[in-house]
């Protein structure tokens, strides 16, 4: 593949609005292949809406501002072309398709990838196969696997199925949208346990999330924390450290009106 | 107004020379007919003043002159014959109403007896009366009444007792258009013994051209514990007119899964009516219609609980595109009598496009008070944001589209249990996924 000597992913001063309301306002960020990142920030900052203007969610407009994956013009890809060229995201809020099988979504995603990237599509055998091995990454249910695509599944079982997916589709750059909300700890590890052992040197990651927990878990080499869409902070692993001990009020251009007790300086 | 009238009168002067050269046909059908003439004279076609027909305007099926289809138009079918099977089945087929032998395959499976109405007629007319006629009674349905006046050939499809037949039977009506809009009044009797075991299909295809009429009757009389699968799959071209009523009458314990698949036809309208006549008797409704351009798909239903323990499940959805226009009339009646029936009636429907339209109507009428019934109706959109989940996998749009449809309509189409028929509808679907036939190998 071509572009393999740029970085991953290249966000230059990006401005998104949705509905009319403008959400990102100038981010920049550079990925490169084999790093994780991690977006931090509070509700409303931006890292959604990030991780779906990347994928091309339809509505999600860019009105400034460009984004290169491996030095091509990523905005101008559909959605689709997008995940074929490697962009996976890892929804917050798995979406059920009644009536259609997962594993039938799952080998035709699989193929039209992997026709794309010029290789061999895979049988109805050799998938069956691909899936028990990779469902044994995130521990699951077999069963799950042959069920309609997200209905009825626990909210455990959509995010692990979610991870699921990208070990089957095998993206250059998977985005995971706040996998850790509505997770306890035991579904956290085995989805962390699912994200790190995906990772390698030529796959990056965007980790997006609004608690540090995840981070104990999936260790992200830079960590960002976006507020009111702009990128305020970067730094490493341990910036989320302090992130869970001073809360993101610091960090906000205007904080919120004082409180009972007056705002700590340090 | 006029012209309906006119119409009328036409229907009625082309009955009287139809009586004349089948003068030679037993009394008591001749008696049927005449009885069936005069109540169409007196109903006439129906308005939009007849609460069955608010929702569809038959004006142009009565403003053409049809010619009844003669001899000379059932030659060679140009059709392709559609295939429910790559094994050897039992089959009948039917060009502008009029059985076609050379394309039909009549073998001597044990226990079933299948010919041609005219044959049967001929041969063996008393076996017939006590069915023929006596199922489809619904006096006020006009169609029902000229279908019947202008009875002649059809299927007969008789079930021994006892007897388990393995092979689908399959019934095709082909439309072809002649050089005048043609009207054909097929008739299909299905007799099922007492705990006899059948599949049987009927399929309606055509090519386009001027405008067809095909003006159908099935009648279903399942004694004791028959358990019968019937498929009316309509796949007419998109000039034609099409009229059906598929009345059933079931025994004790009897079990028919009826399955109405409307996918063409300009207008299309089927009525379907089920009486449940003794205890402990199960229906099973499940349709599926698919509208696209100015199609009008309009389906009726009535489940008659007349008798204690007996179930009915009704699931009926529709999909629309383009400014096609659906309709699904469901009602259920429950006697005084029919204590612990239990009905369940669902209608689901899924608009594509803007200018499509769906007109539901769920109805109970309740008069026993030891029952469940349930009844349920929904109208829907594709789910934007299922469309980009799908997207975001990978799969083109224009298949993330028909993944969603084929998934809307899974619950239906999973229950067609012939493989041919229920791929022939994924590929209507517009499903051209690789390995769309073989979702269920993956299952």
Redesign the interface.
Known sequence: MNGNDKPMLQVRNLHASVAGNQILRGVNLTVNAGEVHAIMGPNGSGKSTLAHVL?????YDVTQGEVLFRGQNLLAM???I???EGV??A?QY????????N???????????RK?RGQQ?LD?ME??QLTKEKARLVDLDEDLV?R?VNEGFSGGEKKRNEIF?MAI?EPALAILDETDSGLDIDALRIVAAGVNALRSPERSMIVVTHYQRLLNYIVPDFLHVLVEGEIVREGGKELALELEERGYAWLEKEPPAPAVEPARVS | MSAVVEERDLYRSDFESFERARAGDPAWVRTLRGDAIDRFAAIGFPSHRDEAWRSTNVAPIARVSFRRAAEEDSGASATALPRISGAPHPQLVFVNGRLATELSTVDGTSGLQLSGLRTALARDAAALEPHLGRVATDAAHPFTALNTAFLDDGAVVRIAPGAVIEAPIHVVFVSEPGGDPLVSHPRVLIVAGSGSQAVVVETYVGAPGLPAFTNAVTEIAAQAGAILDHYKVQREADTAFHVATIAVSQGRGSNITQHNLALGGALARTDINVLLAAEGAESVLNGLFVGSGTQLLDNHTLVDHASPHCTSRQLYKGILDGKSRGVFHGKVIVRPDAQKTDAVQTNRNLLLSREALVSSTPALEIRADDVKCRHGSTIGQL????L??????????A??RA??V??????VT?RIRIPAIREGIEAFLGLR???AA??R???
């Open positions: 994928a091309g969610r339809p509505g559909a959605p689709e997008r995940a074929r996976f995201l929804f798995p979406v059920e398709i009644p009536g259609v099988s594993i039938y979504f799952l080998k035709n995603a699989a193929n039209a990838i794309h599509e109805a998938f069956i042959r309609p997916q589709l | 789910d934007p944001l299922a980009f989940y799908l997207r975001s996998r990978g799969i083109a749009e298949d993330a993944l969603l084929y998934g809307f309509a899974a619950d999973g996924l690789p390995g073989g979702a190998e993956l299952a």
